[in-house]
């Protein structure tokens, strides 16, 4: 009988272990097929989208590029525009990304041109650039900053009176959010269609000739220098906005500096970022520390572990590329009114996106291993 029970547990294990590792290989095959999926996907949102312009071009209500007022829009490049001009671009640039999509995943059936490559990668990685940094503004960076508080904002009053999430994220900026979905999309079809017209690994990139910058001990020099600008340029927003908290103009007038005070919350909230920027440059270091590859002893339950690469390189490249837009925003803006210390600090995110997404590729590089689809080292 005690072999009996023994054996049913053993089977009862084995069950399990095999229904886990099923849903690991579901998990696995549903974003390790990115290259295949990504191309339909962005077509699929380009023709939504376009499908959408063709409904404002015609009168319809809720163009998001529209004038409203001024605690309802956004620094978009696009706003405020008429619908009647912008709409019927919107439709034709929807209807051409379709098309576009379609014809990068459906490379492997005929092999396109130079020509037609040239044109489908232009499109591909103009329609990437646009959607994720040119049409945008601050409004990525705050919802990454302030999306554990969003809620709490919304009901209980801080910094103003809201009513309700909707006061928040309303639509001017939910459609922000919508677009910078459509630019990760065309990011990884591109890149996709890319490596594939190349002849590379879909997945890593890895089957011509590597670069000399690529190799591990290259990446860990420049990605070291990457680490120590993207630290630096977040400090000048660090200080000011401290120094506002505990009474210190600097960079402002006396009586901005007021204002701020007088407002419930308005210097806690630039505190609160000045602290996760701080933050945010510690954890940078770790794409360069031996930290940041494995598990130190103050993380309780994964000290000694690996750290994960999408672990460290998901949310440093979603960084990366919130803060570019909400830089050349401040640019954009150029006076100040109130004092240098308004608009240059933040002018500095440009640098600071582009270098934390250097130091995040030279990680990627560094520790990438053998790929999991050609074999490739």
């Known amino acids: 009988m005690a072999h009996a029970v023994e054996s049913r547990n053993g089977q009862a294990e084995a069950e399990t272990a095999a229904e886990t590792a099923a849903e690991a290989a579901v998990r696995r095959r549903w974003w390790s097929g990115w290259p295949h ?6 077509a699929v949102w380009s023709l939504l989208y376009g499908a959408a312009g063709l409904y404002w071009a015609v009168g319809g209500g809720g163009y998001p590029f529209g004038l409203v007022a001024q605690d309802r829009s956004t620094a978009s490049l696009l706003e405020p525009s008429r619908a009647a001009v912008v709409a019927p671009v919107i439709a034709a640039v929807g209807l051409a990304g379709a098309v576009c999509g379609v014809l990068m995943a459906r490379r492997g059936q005929r092999q396109h041109t130079r020509g037609v490559r040239r044109t489908l990668l232009t499109l591909g990685w103009a329609q990437a650039l646009a959607l994720t940094v040119v049409l945008q503004d601050y409004t990525l960076i705050a919802v990454v900053a302030f999306s554990p508080l969003l809620v709490v904002f919304a009901f209980t009053g801080v910094p103003g009176p809201q009513d309700g ?117 510690v954890l940078t270091h770790g794409l360069v520390a031996r930290w940041g590859e494995v598990w130190p002893r103050w993380v309780p339950f994964k ?51 582009a270098a934390l997404g250097a130091a995040t590729l030279a990680y990627y590089l560094r520790r990438r291993g053998t790929c999991g689809h050609c074999a490739r080292t």
Request: charged share 10%; hydrophobic share 50%; with cysteine.
């Open 165 to 281: 999430i909707g006061d928040i994220l309303y639509w001017h900026r939910d459609n922000l959010l919508i677009l910078f979905v459509g630019g990760v999309l065309w990011t990884l079809a591109t890149l996709a269609y890319q490596r594939r017209t190349r002849g590379l690994c879909t997945h890593c990139g890895r089957g011509g000739r590597a670069a000399a910058w690529t190799a591990p001990q290259s990446a860990a020099r420049w990605g070291r220098t990457a680490v120590l600008v993207a630290v630096l340029s977040s400090i000048p927003y660090d200080v000011t906005r401290v120094a506002w908290f505990f009474g210190y103009p600097l960079g402002i007038t006396d009586a901005f500096l007021k204002d701020m005070q007088d407002t419930p919350g308005m210097l806690g909230i630039g505190l609160g970022l000045a602290v996760l920027s701080t933050a945010g440059g």
């Open 303 to 353: 000290v000694g572990r690996p750290v994960g690469l999408a672990t460290a390189i998901v949310p440093a490249l979603l960084v990366a590329v919130v803060l570019i837009p909400g830089g050349l925003q401040m640019i954009r803006s150029g006076n100040h009114p109130f004092g240098w210390g308004t608009t240059y600090p933040a002018m500095l995110w440009v640098v600071w996106g």
């Open 37 to 42: 999926w990504a191309p339909y996907a962005a």
